[in-house]
């Protein structure tokens, strides 16, 4: 094998390998345990009911998370390279909010965590990504459907974002200093995602009669989960009473009015679906999912799940 | 500051981005804090680019292993989330030497307090090519091969190139 990729001075410069075979040390990932919130004031602000700030973490963690995998199933698979290396990236943006939204979680309520067999190496974030089931999942249930086409991509990146950074403008003052953080953070990433599919939705809504098309159904299909974006469970009144959390419903005006400026700029009217009912009006953030999630969940847990003491 | 403190700075500061090694870490903006406590107990606090940023690892092990080289037998890396990071804390050095490597470097930072306009028309900067200097440039992509960065060509030598983009 070797021989295959043994390289002269002369041409050392061409071989892909070469950098690979030196300073091995720059690239020793993963050698011992990362906590991403190493050093970060996790304490529990006064008068803040640790399990409701925890399953508040949670539902924000796991919109991210769940919608994250969605998105980064289009990597290798979107219409050019552009646009693959930038739904691949906003995936990633998502995927680190959600590391550290779980690690919250955690961090406020241990008992949020599966029980691994013990020695498990697997940090408290991924035990919650990778060891729970889809009815312990409290993500909206926008973030899970079976991925459709470009267009779909594009309007389910827009509600979501549109949302989401709403939210997140407002959790910047929140009481707990890690939320707070991420929102901080998280505001400068989603402002991007969201100006990304906005600009590709009026694109897409002006280009061709069938770019048209496509985005119009796009936009019918998933609005009738809209109006569940904006519901306040009972955690998310408690987490907003205790000055940690933001209540969706708050948010609803200002999200409503980006919404309108897109739909106005690309000339397409406001769809008339109703909302999606829940299941004995039980919805996401309940843990009440469709099929998609399981089998999303299945594929995307199964290696960490047959190897729970594995190192990686 | 201690001899000690100044001496971990000096060799922390050292440190270069793995996905940018042109860039030191002080450079970059990411290395917040170095303090010694006690003889060789080093702690460093650095913060993400990103909330995603897969380099936070690595930068974390290439702390470690420099601070161990220079014979301080505990290290602790810290996470630091607040403030944010912005492209503001780049330095001028750093900023110099993106652009001597093809990179152009980002603008003032946009302000991200309040709401956050839309903006539905592609994102208007000042970018000049870092290839050969021409204002005459356009933007690719707002995503590009790291987190960071947005991808633009040069209508002039018609050069691709990235850009570190403003948060």
Same mark, same amino acid.
């Given at each position: 094998?070797?021989?295959?990729?043994?390289?002269?001075? =002369?041409?050392?410069?061409?071989?892909?390998?070469?950098?690979?075979?030196?300073?091995?040390?720059?690239?020793?990932?993963?050698?011992?345990?990362?906590?991403?919130?190493?050093?970060?004031?996790?304490?529990?602000?006064?008068?803040?009911?640790?399990?409701?700030?925890?399953?508040?973490?949670?539902?924000?963690?796991?919109?991210?998370?769940?919608?994250?995998?969605?998105?980064? #199933?289009?990597?290798?698979?979107?219409?050019?390279?552009?646009?693959?290396?930038?739904?691949?990236?906003?995936?990633?943006?998502?995927?680190?909010?959600?590391?550290?939204?779980?690690?919250?979680?955690?961090?406020?309520?241990?008992?949020?965590?599966?029980?691994?067999?013990?020695?498990?190496?697997?940090?408290?974030?991924?035990?919650?990504?990778?060891?729970?089931?889809?009815?312990?999942?409290?993500?909206?249930?926008?973030?899970?459907?079976?991925?459709?086409?470009?267009?779909?991509?594009?309007?389910?990146?827009?509600?979501?974002?549109?949302?989401?950074?709403?939210?997140?403008?407002?959790?910047?003052?929140?009481?707990?200093?890690?939320?707070?953080?991420?929102?901080?953070?998280?505001?400068?990433?989603?402002?991007?995602?969201?100006?990304?599919?906005?600009?590709?939705?009026?694109?897409?809504?002006?280009?061709?009669? #069938?770019?048209?098309?496509?985005?119009?159904?796009?936009?019918?299909?998933?609005?009738?989960?809209?109006?569940?974006?904006?519901?306040?469970?009972?955690?998310?009144?408690?987490?907003?009473?205790?000055?940690?959390?933001?209540?969706?419903?708050?948010?609803?005006?200002?999200?409503?009015?980006?919404?309108?400026?897109?739909?106005?700029?690309?000339?397409?009217?406001?769809? =008339?679906?109703?909302?999606?009912?829940?299941?004995?009006?039980?919805?996401?953030?309940?843990?009440?999912?469709?099929?998609?999630?399981?089998?999303?969940?299945?594929?995307?847990?199964?290696?960490?799940?047959?190897?729970?003491?594995?190192?990686? | 500051?201690?001899?000690?403190?100044?001496?971990?700075?000096?060799?922390?500061?050292?440190?270069?981005?793995?996905?940018?090694?042109?860039?030191?870490?002080?450079?970059?903006?990411?290395?917040?804090?170095?303090?010694?406590?006690?003889?060789?107990?080093?702690?460093?606090?650095?913060?993400?680019?990103?909330?995603?940023?897969?380099?936070?690892?690595?930068?974390?092990?290439?702390?470690?292993?420099?601070?161990?080289?220079?014979?301080?037998?505990?290290?602790?890396?810290?996470?630091?989330?607040?403030?944010?990071?912005?492209?503001?804390?780049?330095?001028?050095?750093?900023?110099?030497?993106?652009?001597?490597?093809?990179?152009?470097?980002?603008?003032?930072?946009?302000?991200?307090?309040?709401?956050?306009?839309?903006?539905?028309?592609?994102?208007?900067?000042?970018?000049?090519?870092?290839?050969?200097?021409?204002?005459?440039?356009?933007?690719?992509?707002?995503?590009?091969?790291?987190?960071?960065?947005?991808?633009?060509?040069?209508?002039?030598?018609?050069?691709?190139?990235?850009?570190?983009?403003?948060?």
């Amino acid at each position: 094998m070797n021989e295959h990729i043994h390289t002269t001075p =002369e041409d050392e410069h061409d071989s892909a390998y070469s950098g690979l075979l030196v300073n091995d040390a720059h690239w020793a990932f993963g050698t011992d345990f990362e906590d991403p919130l190493a050093g970060v004031d996790t304490s529990i602000p006064d008068g803040v009911d640790a399990p409701v700030l925890a399953a508040y973490a949670l539902m924000l963690g796991d919109d991210a998370l769940v919608m994250s995998h969605r998105i980064s #199933e289009w990597t290798s698979n979107a219409p050019d390279l552009e646009d693959d290396i930038a739904l691949s990236n906003i995936a990633l943006d998502l995927l680190g909010q959600a590391r550290l939204l779980l690690a919250r979680a955690a961090k406020a309520d241990a008992s949020v965590v599966p029980a691994l067999p013990e020695g498990s190496p697997a940090p408290p974030e991924d035990a919650l990504a990778f060891f729970r089931d889809a009815h312990d999942f409290r993500n909206v249930r926008l973030a899970e459907l079976v991925n459709g086409d470009f267009a779909e991509a594009v309007v389910r990146v827009l509600l979501f974002s549109v949302w989401r950074l709403a939210t997140f403008e407002r959790l910047r003052s929140s009481r707990d200093h890690v939320l707070a953080a991420v929102a901080a953070k998280g505001v400068k990433e989603l402002a991007y995602h969201r100006d990304y599919s906005a600009r590709w939705f009026v694109t897409l809504a002006q280009g061709t009669d #069938e770019s048209r098309r496509r985005l119009v159904a796009a936009l019918d299909a998933l609005w009738p989960l809209w109006p569940e974006l904006f519901d306040t469970h009972a955690v998310e009144a408690a987490a907003a009473g205790a000055g940690v959390g933001v209540d969706p419903a708050s948010v609803r005006e200002a999200a409503e009015g980006v919404l309108d400026q897109v739909l106005a700029a690309a000339d397409v009217p406001r769809p =008339e679906a109703p909302r999606r009912a829940g299941v004995l009006g039980r919805t996401g953030r309940d843990g009440m999912h469709g099929e998609p999630l399981s089998l999303m969940l299945a594929e995307m847990q199964s290696v960490a799940r047959a190897h729970p003491m594995g190192q990686w | 500051m201690s001899r000690t403190t100044e001496r971990a700075r000096r060799v922390a500061e050292r440190v270069t981005d793995p996905e940018l090694p042109m860039l030191t870490l002080a450079d970059l903006g990411v290395l917040r804090d170095v303090d010694v406590v006690g003889d060789s107990h080093v702690v460093v606090d650095i913060t993400p680019t990103y909330s995603g940023c897969p380099a936070m690892a690595a930068m974390r092990d290439d702390l470690v292993r420099e601070l161990q080289g220079a014979g301080f037998d505990r290290v602790e890396v810290r996470v630091s989330l607040d403030p944010a990071w912005t492209t503001d804390w780049i330095t001028p050095e750093g900023r110099a030497a993106l652009a001597a490597a093809g990179i152009s470097p980002p603008g003032p930072a946009p302000s991200t307090s309040g709401p956050i306009p839309l903006t539905l028309l592609p994102t208007a900067r000042q970018v000049r090519c870092p290839q050969c200097d021409s204002p005459a440039t356009e933007l690719v992509s707002e995503f590009g091969s790291t987190a960071c960065k947005a991808q633009y060509r040069c209508t002039a030598c018609l050069e691709p190139f990235d850009h570190v983009k403003e948060i």
